[in-house]
């Protein structure tokens, strides 16, 4: 299996513009969740999908955030109107439910957003 | 409130060592999970050891051991014969609810640095 794979690994933004950032799973894992980190923090849920579904947001996942699964594989994250408060790594984790009795979530290296 | 608990200061650990990283979580579901996972710089969440709730021994993997006390609510990792490559953040996480979800709540870290 190739690992979870999230672009870009790095992203510069200035305030008020809209990013927009890519998770590949890993092949066939049927789960995908987001999650944001700040500094010395540890990683916060932000919203996961089963297949193309999404089941869950968090109260973090503003109205200025969007996330989508078109077809249960790649996901994507969209931040509008970027805040100061938006940087942060944002991490993309995939299981497979069918896979055993716990289906570990695997990381990906994340996407460190900076807003300036 | 805070559902995973981790307070130790930064730790220096000598190589070959072993080191325990302390952990205590906080739910009232008697179905949960606990997991441990690695950070090191590059950003990467690795994952490194699980145990459930009702697993009755504790969990081993290879070099690490996770000390699960049920009755004081704490899941301590064991980390024998610390490596230089051990250097990282550690981190103690939380799956509340039946198996199969994986959304995590994590616990704010412990920095291990493994001095040779």
């Known amino acids: 299996d190739t690992g979870v794979s999230q672009n870009p690994r790095h992203k510069i933004t200035k305030r008020g513009q809209n990013v927009t950032f890519r998770c590949d799973p890993i092949?066939?894992?049927?789960?995908l969740y987001w999650y944001r980190q700040t500094l010395g923090q540890g990683p916060e849920f932000l919203t996961y999908?089963?297949?193309?579904?999404?089941?869950?947001k968090s109260r973090l996942l503003s109205d200025r955030f969007s996330a989508e699964r078109p077809k249960g594989s790649f996901s994507t994250l969209e931040i509008q109107r970027t805040e100061q408060g938006d940087s942060a790594m944002y991490l993309c984790?995939?299981?497979?439910?069918?896979?055993?009795?716990?289906?570990?979530?695997?990381f990906g290296q994340g996407t460190r957003l900076t807003v300036v | 409130a805070q559902k995973i608990t981790q307070t130790q200061p930064g730790m220096f650990v000598q190589e070959k060592e072993a080191v325990t990283l302390d952990c205590t979580y906080d739910?009232?579901?008697?179905?949960?999970?606990l997991f441990w996972y690695k950070q090191p710089s590059s950003g990467e969440m690795i994952f490194l050891i699980y145990?459930?709730?009702?697993?009755?021994q504790n969990a081993t993997e290879g070099r690490y051991s996770l000390n699960f006390q049920k009755a004081r609510k704490s899941a301590n990792l064991v980390i024998s014969a610390s490596q230089l490559g051990d250097s990282a953040m550690y981190f103690c996480?939380?799956?509340?609810?039946?198996?199969?979800?994986?959304?995590?709540?994590f616990g704010k870290g412990n920095q291990v640095v493994v001095i040779p």
């Open positions: 739910t009232s579901d008697p179905s949960y999970g």
């Open positions: 999908f089963q297949n193309e579904a999404q089941l869950e």
């Open positions: 984790a995939s299981s497979d439910t069918d896979r055993g009795r716990f289906p570990t979530a695997f």
């Open positions: 996480a939380m799956r509340e609810g039946p198996e199969g979800n994986n959304r995590l709540a």
């Open positions: 092949s066939e894992h049927n789960r």
């Open positions: 145990q459930g709730s009702y697993d009755q």
